[in-house]
């Protein structure tokens, strides 16, 4: 027998956008149809996008979705590709006997072949943990589904299937699988990758199978999706692995399990960690806006590091030309937080213009008689109203600059400096930005391009210049204690008394656990930002505003 | 066998207040023991407040709750009450074998007697729909778990158990069970009171028992517990049920499941919708602002019906003296807003002062060169900055006073009107609004009171007064029809295709539809408020804000 060859086909889908959704798969099919592939496999839930949330459980969109897969597997046929084996992932519709109290969708992967959708797998393990909350939405299937082609045997898997125990995973083996089909919707987080490629040997170990692993690619609100598909084999040989980042198209020569061949060069070298965050916020930032169809960002630009950081991310993701900065100083605010922002936006080549507050701030601290934090509160929140008033007058999304530590300790004003729609920084803590923006700098002198980012807004201290001579660590920890601190109250959960035992001072941790626990009303109003992290603010940590936990 | 008699507490604990929800128990055991009682059952996890989200996944919070309840029970004794049987809602955490891939707690209920704990029963169904993710934190309990008490057998369930086939539940009648003592945690929902009371009565006529239902009470963030605990006996017979929207404590002599007698006059009687609602939206109000130790609450009263409404809600849950208005007119401000908002605040009672926002509006419009929606979107955002600088000088929560109609169409300002910390009127649509308005009214007149709220407010045509002679019917369907499409598309999920065919112009109905897809981003920014329906904004409907379905 010839080899078979397999398309691995990673693209990036909309939610909801079903018709241009399966468009895209169709070119796809095409192209991988004149590279002369048999089959060709795309990711979890890639005709409707992923994740749908409470979209499942409309029965106008499952029933939408079903029709559109019909519609597409016809259309292949008609284009003559009906014999090419298409597998892809999309939501079924349960019928009425078989719904759970209160889910009547599946998690599927449909086979479609000659014009028709054959029969699918439904996921088994629903994940219900971090961002996901798949026992709401989907009824668990419990068969694994196989089909043979050639003399190989192909079985389909959906993405949490292989990282739990047991189901049908567990029959992979019994079933004389040669090649395991995993369709996945796996969002990027820090050092996933190397996790993913573990856990994908050790399927291939357990079960004496290769593995085909596809994974979505793009930016869906909160989550990045980064790619990064991989094909092993039954000997656990990493035989090549896709783009991260980016749509790709792996092909790969099937003769068994043990013998599989890449058809053209393809990467198996990963970036580093610095690369791949930048990427992942790249990313979320460019498809939250142009799959929101946004023309342009507007941000207000301080002269410190997380205004300088976010304008670099979104003039790598959408050009210098789509990107507007505003300067809005105030009496307190340095020479050199005009010049720093400027020099930014010189450096970026994006158009800055100057908007004082004194005016408006003026008027309302004399008519309401403000003093200390009101006052202070006062300047943030006309910086806001300026910011929301350009893009509302002029068609821009506003991007919220506030990172994580930020975020984490309540050290901003709500509407003030918190206003936009996305905030690129939500999930990456203070530390972080200044170690990608030094990295993002040594990247272009690398590549030999001017840094983008001034030295001095990297350097100098950090400051919110609400005050004559105001700075963070007025207010906060040094934030290398303070990322710490968090890290263990946040990402590992400890509880006070633990996070002491680790060597911090003891009121420290009181304070910033105590200050962590008061902000968690002003989080619930944030607008969202890319996840990086095993736990970002949002929806992967749901904790009661109302809580005297302490 | 003398009859034993039983009370049934219901509590209105704190999410995290252990050793304030656990001596708020002590004292009902106590004065339940003073009346004679021989068992005490309190509410689902009423030791440590409900629900206690991802609370449940830190490990020091579960051992802290294991260690409360412990000592409750030494303290119980050293107080001479160790042979009362107290039967009580806690977390419960689980050993590392049986835990589930995420979760380490179990939603228990603990036996106590002599000074200790004795094993206890684990919520078997865990609610994952709706705002429950129960599946997320619990690991599911499979056991009944029985005692007796002279000739009587109790079983312990918990909430969700009696509402769905199966488990536990099905074992009653098989275990001879003669009274189910049911734990819950069940919020608020127009109408739940009579859905509760047919599906006790079905338990005690399919399994044969006697079943006594007890209620958490009390606002927690968005959810509001009514109480109305309930006695019912083997032959279906409502024996008595409790307060609603009140702490109370019922006791019953149970001589045989089917002879039980209530001690006291217990109401059975319960009030009408409007009064149900008024008072579930005041009890949330009330126990946010006291929960999260606020002093007062400050609004804006702009003389139309959602601010009066939410004035009048205020000091029913507060008193008038915790209660500050706002005036905040511009010039598109007509005589009677002014009037209107100041004759509300003399009928009231409460604190009224004006605040034009004419000042830093001309400021900023004329510094930006703000027109049309820019200019309208201004005027808002003045007014919330000069509400959250008063909020923050004097101590105030800000109630933002938006209701469910605008929060779905997106007929707000967002960092504008939509500014606070809790939104009374978040579930409550326009409609509605009107008529507990005019129910509220009434019901003063009945009691031979003032009515609160101006006929005024209720009968003039809506509108935001952001330019002359607007009003909300030049940019909105009327709002009796609008409320209609919104319950079809929101609360019955249905698609367009089948809204219009209830009858309905098509072009309204894509352009309502279009318009509450389009908001999601704002409404996800929003401020909680009391859920009152079956789909409330917030955790009970997730929707991604990237969505192309329509």
């Given at each position: ?273 610095n690369?791949?965050?930048w ?22 630009l301080s002269g410190g590091i997380d205004s300088a950081v976010c304008a670099a991310l ?20 340095s020479?050199h937080s005009?010049s720093d922002a400027f020099d930014l936006a010189k450096r970026l ?52 600059t506030?990172n994580?530590t ?19 920084l939500?999930?990456v803590a203070k530390t972080l930005v200044w170690q990608l923006a030094r990295w993002r700098n040594d990247w272009a002198t690398?590549?030999?391009?001017a840094a983008p980012i001034p030295e001095n807004s990297i350097s100098k201290p950090p400051s ?7 700075v963070d660590q007025?207010?906060?920890?040094p934030y290398d204690?303070?990322d ?67």
């Amino acid at each position: 027998m010839p080899p078979i060859r397999i398309a691995l086909a990673q693209t990036n889908p909309v939610v909801g956008d079903l018709s241009g959704n399966l468009r895209t798969c169709l070119e796809r099919v095409e192209e991988a149809a004149e590279k002369g592939a048999a089959i060709v496999v795309f990711a979890e839930m890639v005709a409707s996008g992923y994740p749908i949330e409470d979209l499942a459980t409309r029965e106008s969109f499952l029933n939408d979705s079903v029709e559109a897969v019909k519609n597409f597997a016809v259309e292949l046929n008609e284009r003559g590709l009906g014999q090419i084996v298409v597998v892809l992932g999309t939501p079924a519709i349960v019928a009425e006997e078989h719904r759970s109290p209160w889910a009547i969708a599946q998690n599927a992967a449909v086979l479609i072949r000659e014009g028709k959708v054959w029969a699918g797998y439904a996921k088994h393990h629903l994940p219900n943990y971090s961002v996901f909350d798949e026992y709401r939405i989907f009824v668990p299937g419990d068969q694994l589904i196989s089909f043979e082609l050639g003399d190989l045997k192909f079985s389909m898997l959906i993405c949490e299937d292989i990282w739990q125990e047991g189901g049908p995973v567990a029959k992979l083996r019994e079933e004389n699988t040669d090649i395991a089909l995993v369709l996945n919707g796996s969002p990027f987080e820090i050092d996933k990758d190397d996790r993913r490629v573990e856990l994908v040997k050790n399927l291939a170990a357990k079960q004496d199978v290769a593995v085909a692993y596809v994974n979505l690619v793009g930016g869906q609100d909160d989550l990045v999706f980064d790619g990064d598909s991989l094909m092993i084999d039954a000997d656990q040989k990493l035989i090549g692995r896709g783009k991260q980042f980016d749509q790709d198209l792996l092909l790969f020569d099937i003769t068994s399990k043990r013998e599989i061949a890449a058809v053209s060069e393809i990467a198996s070298h990963k970036q580093d960690d610095n690369w791949q965050i930048w990427n992942a916020l790249v990313l979320g930032l460019r498809d939250y806006v142009n799959k929101n169809n946004f023309k342009s960002v507007i941000l207000g630009l301080s002269g410190g590091i997380d205004s300088a950081v976010c304008a670099a991310l979104a003039v790598d993701a959408l050009g210098s030309h789509r990107v507007f900065g505003v300067s809005m100083p105030s009496k307190y605010s340095s020479d050199h937080s005009k010049s720093d922002a400027f020099d930014l936006a010189k450096r970026l080549g994006i158009n800055i213009r100057t908007e004082p507050i004194k005016g408006a701030v003026k008027e309302l601290e004399k008519q309401l008689k403000l003093k200390d934090t009101s006052a202070e509160n006062l300047q943030a929140r006309v910086r806001g109203t300026i910011l929301m008033s350009l893009s509302n007058q002029e068609g821009h999304l506003t991007l919220t600059t506030g990172n994580k530590t930020e975020l984490a300790v309540g050290y901003s004003t709500i509407y003030g400096d918190s206003v936009g729609g996305f905030a690129p920084l939500k999930d990456v803590a203070k530390t972080l930005v200044w170690q990608l923006a030094r990295w993002r700098n040594d990247w272009a002198t690398q590549q030999g391009q001017a840094a983008p980012i001034p030295e001095n807004s990297i350097s100098k201290p950090p400051s919110a210049e609400l005050r004559p001579g105001q700075v963070d660590q007025d207010s906060l920890p040094p934030y290398d204690v303070l990322d710490e601190i968090l890290d263990a109250y946040i990402e590992r959960k400890l509880g006070r008394e633990q996070i002491k035992a680790l060597g911090f001072e003891a009121a420290t941790v009181d304070r910033v656990v105590g200050l962590v626990d008061r902000a968690e009303w002003k989080r619930r109003q944030g607008a969202i930002g890319p996840k990086i992290t095993g736990m970002a603010f949002g929806r992967d940590r749901r904790l009661p505003i109302t809580n005297k936990y302490s």
